[in-house]
């Protein structure tokens, strides 16, 4: 992979895999989801030497930022895998939101590793579909894929060190080796239709495909969770679906999450056994405005039996500790951002958490300034007891 350098300075990083342990301050006491570390990768941040993009978006500056550019933007991350050596691979996604405005974003896990004052991007790989597994015209002649082909939103990784991405313009799920390249056709959700697949009629709003996607700890299983309600069903009821990995099928089994308010929308997914799953629930404010930027454990078991996973809340991202004033803010640390769409676990007790920074849309920690892509590390005060094969191998 290609060593890259982000394009300014960033002020205040710290690695995310080290400096995990810090005692919550005795004003917010033992029992608080403390912030251990900070970093943040400057919105202005490109691959060299790539694709010109944002020929399709307006010249008017969007938060001081005008298109187009003369290479890709690292931004937008969608999902994250740990590595277990400091370094993340992490998704990007469709590029600037819509089929319409992302043919000339391209498709791209990108790694990075914060490292002292600035975040290296050591890398990453294109999607591709050289053996011709999609069914439908691609943008691209030479089949490189791009945000107006699919609208990859989550990833777990595969048994073969591939990968396992979650999009939102089928709903389908998309099988990659670890080159990038398309292992399979792309497979649908039965009987769920977003506007962007020509199969139709839709039945589900437009961006409320496959938002999270989780993998069980054994591998057998995927759980891809849809961002919106399907038609007819109760509205603020998510379908967390069941995918059997080596029969490619899914298995018939679908679970609900329940949103706390059908306004809401879900970020990401993440394992912690066979039963209990992380899930980030947020609004769609900002800034100031944000009131819901959540991180729940849910269960599938269903042990009240109403007929939806039990949840448990683990972190309010509005209101965590932050004793050491860790990124030049206060003692009590706020995420802000519209679209938080990332989280894994690094060990029992702490999360890493990512934002999506919409580039160049979003404006949740400066208003009139478009975001960074920041990553934060939180301590919980107690261990989350996962399943140890969920965690990073070290």
Request: no cysteine.
């Amino acid at each position: 992979m290609r060593r890259i350098v982000s394009r300014a300075a960033v002020a205040g990083l710290m690695v995310l895999g080290a400096g995990l342990v810090a005692a919550p301050s005795e004003a917010h006491g033992p029992s608080t989801p403390t912030l251990t570390s900070w970093a943040s990768l400057p919105a202005l941040t490109f691959v060299p030497g790539s694709d010109p993009a944002g020929s399709a978006l307006s010249t008017t500056p969007v938060n001081g930022i005008a298109a187009p550019w003369d290479d890709q933007p690292v931004q937008g991350f969608s999902g994250v895998l740990p590595n277990g050596d400091g370094t993340y691979d992490v998704l990007s996604d469709n590029g600037f939101g819509t089929k319409a405005n992302s043919p000339d974003f391209l498709l791209r896990v990108q790694r990075i590793a914060p490292r002292g004052a600035e975040v290296d991007v050591l890398g990453g790989i294109t999607l591709t579909d050289p053996f011709r597994k999609v069914p439908f015209a691609l943008t691209r002649a030479d089949r490189v894929l791009t945000g107006s082909d699919f609208d990859p939103e989550s990833i777990t990784r595969a048994a073969d060190g591939g990968y396992w991405i979650g999009d939102e313009f089928g709903p389908y799920l998309l099988h990659f080796d670890r080159g990038g390249r398309l292992l399979t056709a792309p497979i649908p959700l039965p009987g769920v239709f977003a506007p962007e697949n020509p199969a139709g009629p839709a039945n589900i709003a437009s961006s409320k495909g496959f938002e999270g996607q989780a993998k069980s700890p054994d591998g057998r299983y995927l759980y891809p969770l849809l961002e919106g309600t399907v038609a007819g069903d109760t509205p603020g009821d998510l379908r967390f679906n069941e995918f059997d990995v080596r029969r490619a099928a899914y298995t018939g089994k679908r679970f609900v999450y329940r949103l706390e308010s059908p306004a809401n929308a879900i970020g990401d997914a993440f394992a912690i056994d066979a039963d209990r799953f992380l899930v980030i629930e947020r609004d769609n404010n900002q800034g100031d405005a944000a009131a819901v930027k959540r991180i729940y454990l849910a269960d599938k078991r269903d042990r009240n039996h109403d007929g939806v996973m039990d949840k448990t809340l683990v972190v309010d991202l509005l209101a965590i500790a932050n004793p050491k004033r860790l990124g030049g803010f206060g003692t009590t640390f706020r995420f802000p951002f519209v679209t938080i769409e990332s989280v894994a676990l690094l060990s029992g007790d702490t999360l890493v958490v990512l934002n999506d920074n919409n580039f160049p849309g979003s404006s949740g920690r400066t208003p009139g300034v478009a975001d960074n892509d920041e990553y934060i590390t939180v301590k919980l005060p107690k261990s989350l007891n996962p399943d140890p094969r969920v965690l990073p191998a070290r």
